[in-house]
């Protein structure tokens, strides 16, 4: 029988072997070659199945048990767990059936947006200017085009976020992601293609925001886009007040 000496940084001949080990198992576990409620083979066996000492199999097992897969139980053995969902990503959750789920999201946006849109216009490099002019073009082009804006908005509102050169604004819009815009949220035949009126209102609110961020007015950049988002929030309450999302 093999001996082996566990590294205590994980390194080395050993290490290798636990992790070969363990993801062995994993996959194993993955594939449903172990349901919950099995029990993993026998220590002894598992030692016999890889060529390998008792002490890469304990180290092993106590990887998949840090892990949640698997629970050691005293004299029975060590069972496979039934997986935990992983916690749901922030802002992922929003009810595309409930308008007042879009009008919270709106809600918070204001909070970020308007102070990321006076930094943007008091830090903004030429770069970034000119990415914020570009991106709102190509909203208007879409609009042109008669092509889905949704996409096009988000990513004019990310560049503003991305001009404050505070990283977090722009990280605080990743994590949204394109449910931060309410038309591209809400699953109806009338969000995916909403009126030009609608639009042209929505490029014209855009419009504001860009210029004061171009000409360096921090406050005339908030209050546009405080006036843009919640613009939003009264024609989404709007909706909500008719009892329809059309």
């Not at 180290?59 to 767990?81: H, Q, S, W, Y």
């Not at 815009?181 to 490029?203: E, F, G, M, V, W």
């Amino acid at each position: 029988m093999e001996t082996e000496h566990i590294e205590n940084n994980g390194t080395g001949r050993s290490g290798t072997l636990v992790v070969q080990v363990s993801e062995t198992l994993r996959n194993a576990i993955r594939a449903g070659d172990f349901k919950p409620g099995d029990k993993l083979p026998s220590e002894a066996r598992l030692t016999e199945t890889h060529g390998v000492s008792r002490t890469v199999v304990r180290e092993a097992i106590a990887a998949l048990r840090a892990d949640g897969l698997v629970e050691p139980r005293r004299g029975a053995g060590v069972f496979v767990l039934e997986p935990v969902a992983p916690p749901a990503l922030p802002f992922q959750n929003v009810d595309h059936a409930r308008i007042s789920s879009l009008i919270e999201m709106l809600e918070l946006r204001g909070a970020v947006e308007v102070e990321a849109a006076g930094l943007a216009a008091m830090r903004r490099s030429p770069a970034q200017e000119e990415e914020i002019i570009d991106c709102h073009n190509a909203v208007k082009a879409c609009i042109d085009a008669q092509k889905p804006t949704s996409a096009a908005d988000f990513a004019l509102h990310t560049a503003i976020a991305q001009a404050t050169n505070n990283p977090r604004f722009a990280e605080f819009m990743k994590l949204m992601g394109e449910n931060a815009i309410p038309r591209a949220a809400l699953k109806t035949s009338t969000a995916d293609r909403p009126s030009p009126t609608y639009l042209n209102q929505i490029h014209e609110e855009h419009a504001r925001i860009v210029a004061a961020i171009s000409d360096g007015d921090a406050d005339a950049a908030r209050d546009a886009m405080r006036e843009h988002l919640q613009g939003s929030q009264r024609r989404y309450r709007a909706l909500l007040q008719k009892g329809t999302t059309t």
